[in-house]
């Protein structure tokens, strides 16, 4: 199984401040990775698909870049509506796998 | 636009079989567009793969549990099912259903979560 690992599992941040996270895979997976965005007591939301590529409504302060093993999820500009958690997810290969997440705090 | 809701008991005893089933409205559960997945949450931790089925029938399942899983669709009641027997506290989540975007190898949408309880 491809392992998940993200770091780090929490940070605490201010409105505006330049967030990343990393996420990095046991193996090389190419460019099969999900981000999601998860708020407190609702499913996840898929922010970013194939490593970098934003999805339909998604603002753009969220990217994402990498590609085989070391990935990373960028928060250019930190909105109050962005303290989440956030998770990367393998898409390579079965079984699917879901890093620990970060979450976003206020600082 | 796709919805999908799960539905089912809240409260499974220890050994039994935890039943699941997800309603999907806004689309047609037998067209070859679409595959479909299960994920799970223990409270306050992380996300966990359970399984998926493509529209050929072919299902792939997390190894950890696979010696205890079902999923299934039922075309003609426009949904598909998770049931996992054997269940301990463990298993204790709440469980999401999801469309899985097979070219992206990604959950979207999803629906809003269960609470599965185990316990006697």
């Known amino acids: ?3 998940m690992t993200q770091s780090p599992s929490s940070v605490s941040a201010s409105v505006g401040d330049r967030v990343t996270i990393t996420c990095r895979a046991s193996q090389g997976i190419g460019s099969y990775l999900v ?3 998860q708020k407190s007591g ?4 898929v922010l970013i698909s194939v490593a970098s590529v934003l999805q339909s409504g998604v603002p753009s302060r969220f990217s994402g870049s990498g590609s085989g093993t070391d990935f990373t999820l960028t928060i250019s500009s930190l909105q109050p509506e962005d303290f989440a958690t956030y998770y990367c ?3 390579q290969s079965f079984p ?3 890093g620990g997440g970060t979450k976003v705090e206020i600082k | 636009q796709l919805q999908l809701q799960e539905s089912g008991p809240g409260l499974v005893k220890p050994s039994e079989t935890l039943s699941l089933t997800c309603i999907v409205s806004g689309a047609s559960i037998s067209s070859s567009s679409y595959d479909w997945g299960w ?3 223990p409270p306050g931790k992380g996300l966990e793969w359970i399984g ?8 792939y399942y997390n190894p950890s549990l696979k010696s205890r899983l079902t999923i299934s669709v039922d075309t003609s009641k426009s949904h598909f099912s998770l049931k996992l027997s054997s269940v301990t506290a463990a298993d204790m989540a709440v469980y999401y259903c999801a469309e899985y975007r097979r070219s ?3 959950f979207d949408p999803w629906g809003q979560g269960t609470l599965v309880t185990v316990s006697s």
């Open chain 1, 1 to 3: 199984d491809i392992q």
């Open chain 1, 35 to 37: 981000w999601y965005q």
């Open chain 1, 42 to 45: 609702k499913a996840p939301k």
């Open chain 1, 89 to 91: 997810q393998q898409a």
């Open chain 1, 96 to 98: 699917l796998t879901f």
């Open chain 2, 39 to 41: 994920i799970r949450q």
């Open chain 2, 52 to 59: 998926v089925i493509l529209y050929s029938g072919t299902t």
């Open chain 2, 104 to 106: 992206l190898g990604s």
